[in-house]
T-cell receptor, first 115, second 114 residues
Framework: DTEVTQTPKHLVMGMTNKKSLKCEQH?????MYWYKQKAKKPPELMFV???????INESVPSRFSPECPNSSLLNLHLHALQPEDSALYLC??????????????FGPGTRLTVL | GENVEQHPSTLSVQEGDSAVIKCTYS??????FPWYKQELGKGPQLIID?????GEKKDQRIAVTLNKTAKHFSLHITETQPEDSAVYFC?????????????FGRGTQLTVWP
């Protein structure tokens, strides 16, 4: 099973709202990633968790707050977003990010629209 | 850091023809090269990958070749079908790099005409 699931599939929120994106994998992977993807562009790395600890933050604005409650779950908390934050948010996982060179499997993404 | 260039940005082929997408990378430490297919409204799907100790890898109609000396790798799709239409991304990763960071090319929109 190489499935990464994400909820919700679509999300529309106002600039004053607080919402969360959720990601789950049951492959025993110890590295999990959040990416942002704009139309016709490659995914851009936002955060990396390795063994449930935040290992990379790509200078992402604080209105995006990641959380890794356990090795299978990854959340992205959203607050006071801007319209330019509208994008496809992708979650991915890999067996062991520390080792490098391991396959990353992506979820289907959450299509976020900020009004 | 690593820089991955991908060409062409768009590719149109007739059903049954072959399609080739090429990527170059800059960091000689890169040793893992995956290819992703992304259909409209979906997440990227890993379709094939190659590691630096191998020059070619095949999986049915798709193959990837790697030239480490020239720092380029290519995706070959034979006997294309309309369902192959998608955006394809190449990527590179260096063992020992920061926690499995993937460097993506800009993508190739492949259209297969029936």
């Amino acid at each position: 099973d190489t499935e990464v699931t994400q909820t919700p599939k679509h999300l529309v929120m106002g600039m004053t709202n607080k919402k969360s994106l959720k990601c789950e994998q049951h492959m025993g992977h110890r590295a999990m990633y959040w990416y942002k993807q704009k139309a016709k562009k490659p995914p851009e790395l936002m955060f990396v968790y390795s063994y449930e600890k935040l290992s990379i933050n790509e200078s992402v604005p604080s209105r995006f707050s990641p959380e890794c409650p356990n090795s299978s779950l990854l959340n992205l908390h959203l607050h006071a977003l801007q319209p330019e934050d509208s994008a496809l948010y992708l979650c991915a996982s890999s067996q062991d990010g520390l080792a490098g060179g391991n396959e990353q499997f992506f979820g289907p993404g959450t299509r976020l629209t900020v009004l | 850091g690593e820089n991955v260039e991908q060409h062409p940005s768009t590719l149109s082929v007739q059903e049954g023809d072959s399609a080739v997408i090429k990527c170059t990378y800059s960091d000689s430490a890169s040793n893992y090269f995956p290819w992703y297919k992304q259909e409209l409204g979906k997440g990227p799907q890993l379709i094939i990958d190659i590691r630096s100790n191998v020059g070619e890898k095949k999986d049915q109609r798709i193959a990837v070749t790697l030239n480490k000396t020239a720092k380029h790798f290519s995706l070959h799709i034979t006997e294309t079908q309309p369902e192959d239409s998608a955006v394809y991304f190449c990527a590179a990763m260096a063992r020992g790099s920061t926690l499995g960071r993937l460097y993506f090319g800009r993508g190739t929109q492949l259209t297969v005409w029936p």
